[in-house]
């Protein structure tokens, strides 16, 4: 177990103990001195490991690995015949971070182990502390050096937290990712919506290009609606929209969007993560079976 990992581990723990602090007696509230509110604890999975198959897919197979280079593969292709019809001088092509160069395998994995869904608390930590933890996605670094040679700008938008940004800085160093100005990498102050950070690269460059694993790394026409998880037309109904929304644009994949595969997380769980419901929005049993 890595260091970043222990830590993580350390804090997962804590939380437990503090819950079994708090189960054994109100007592040991009542005589503590008044002080800030005991943070919440850690969500655990449910059902539980979720999301395996999912990670195990990122994680070993091929087929996650071959669909990377696909990507990375069209993307160059996407690239070559853009600065073949124009200078490069003002051309750029727009990059997420977090499952398109950096791989997070081992945060998914902590998850994995302690049985625990997805908490801010502890994405914040793994970013600030992972650095040396990281891995590179397939092909990544490939097309990054690519776009250098072919003398276009690459930006990193992502919604990686701007106080950590020195320690993105690092972690995109050590998997050897040419560094970028600070003004090309556009990280996350106040809000996930990207639209604004797009629209800054856009008035300096012609992007001809964007790569992401999460369609809100293209448009915030792919964001999720704000849901009553309790009335589940609502929940049918947002499925629905994000996929129209893909199919209005039908054109753009694969020619000025690039997409990453990403099973393990993203704007399409959220309208999920409603139990056994869920299978409610598996594909309707064959008749008579
Ligand atoms: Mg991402």
């Not at 690519?146 to 800085?169: F, H, M």
């Not at 964001?223 to 199919?247: F, G, H, N």
């Not at 209005?248 to 994949?253: L, P």
């Amino acid at each position: 177990m890595s260091r970043a990992q222990h830590r993580i581990s350390a804090v997962v723990m804590a939380s437990a103990g503090m819950l079994t602090a708090f189960a054994l007696g109100n007592w040991v509230a009542a005589q503590a001195p008044p002080g800030p509110a005991a943070p919440a604890a850690y969500k655990p999975e449910e059902p539980a490991n979720r999301g395996l198959d999912a990670n195990l897919f990122m994680q070993s197979s091929a087929e996650y690995r071959a669909c990377c280079y696909q990507a990375y593969n069209l993307a160059a292709l996407r690239l070559k015949e853009a600065t073949a019809k124009q200078p490069a001088g003002k051309l750029a092509t727009v990059m997420d971070l977090d499952e398109c160069v950096i791989d997070n395998a081992g945060f998914q994995a902590m998850l994995l182990r302690s049985n625990l869904a997805y908490d801010q608390r502890l994405w914040d930590m793994w970013e600030l502390e992972n650095a040396d933890q990281v891995a590179l996605i397939p092909g990544a670094k490939e097309f990054i050096l690519v776009a250098g040679k072919l003398g276009v700008t690459v930006a990193y938008i992502s919604n990686r937290n701007d106080k950590s940004r020195e320690q993105t800085k690092k972690a995109l160093a050590r998997l050897g990712i040419p560094a970028a100005a600070d003004g090309l990498l556009k990280l996350s102050t106040d809000t996930s919506d990207k639209t604004k950070r797009r629209q800054e690269v856009e008035r300096e460059y012609t992007v001809v290009l964007y790569v992401g694993d999460n369609l809100r790394d293209f448009d915030e026409a792919f964001r999720c609606r704000k849901l009553d998880k309790k009335r589940p037309e609502e929940i049918t109904q947002a499925i629905q929209e994000r996929k129209d929304a893909t199919d209005m644009h039908r054109d753009a994949w694969g020619d000025k969007w690039i997409v990453l595969p990403n099973p393990a997380y993203g704007e399409w769980m959220k309208p999920l993560g409603q139990g056994r419901a869920d299978l409610d929005r598996l594909a309707p049993p064959i008749p008579g079976k």
